[in-house]
């Protein structure tokens, strides 16, 4: 049974960065990908960015490109982070890790509605305010 955790969520001023850790067990091998999600209040989830076994098999979405980074433990598979940088209000919701055995699309319609993967994380809270 595949279990995920996230940690790392917080409260923060506009600028400041956090990182997002996502724990996963249960997959019998490390071929899989895992994608963070964001659901801010009031819209629906989406997709933040993804990252696949192979580590040049990666996604951001627009809002993140360039100020995200998303990353794999180099010992550690089973872990996935997610740098966030220069953080803004509009980046406040609830994160959510999700992992299976599927590699990362490059267009965002394949992360819509999240059907792309069966396990997810309980999601840890974000807020970006002054």
């Known amino acids: 049974q595949v279990q995920i955790a996230e940690s790392g969520g917080g409260e923060v001023q506009p600028g400041e960065s956090l990182t997002l850790s996502c724990t996963t067990s249960?997959?019998?091998?490390?071929?899989?990908?895992a994608a963070w999600y964001r659901q801010s209040p009031g819209k629906e989830r989406e997709v933040v960015s993804c990252i696949g076994s192979a580590l040049e098999n990666i996604y951001y979405s627009h809002s993140a490109k360039g100020r995200f980074t998303v990353s794999r433990d180099n010992a550690k598979k089973n872990i996935v982070y997610l740098q966030m940088d220069s953080l803004k209000p509009e980046d406040t919701g609830v994160y959510y890790c999700?992992?299976?055995?599927?590699?990362?699309?490059?267009?965002?319609?394949?992360?819509?509605?999240?059907?792309?993967?069966?396990?997810w994380g309980q999601g840890t809270q974000v807020t970006v305010s002054s």
């Open positions: 249960g997959f019998t091998e490390h071929y899989f990908g």
């Open positions: 999700a992992a299976d055995k599927v590699v990362c699309p490059s267009s965002e319609s394949y992360y819509s509605g999240g059907a792309l993967f069966d396990n």
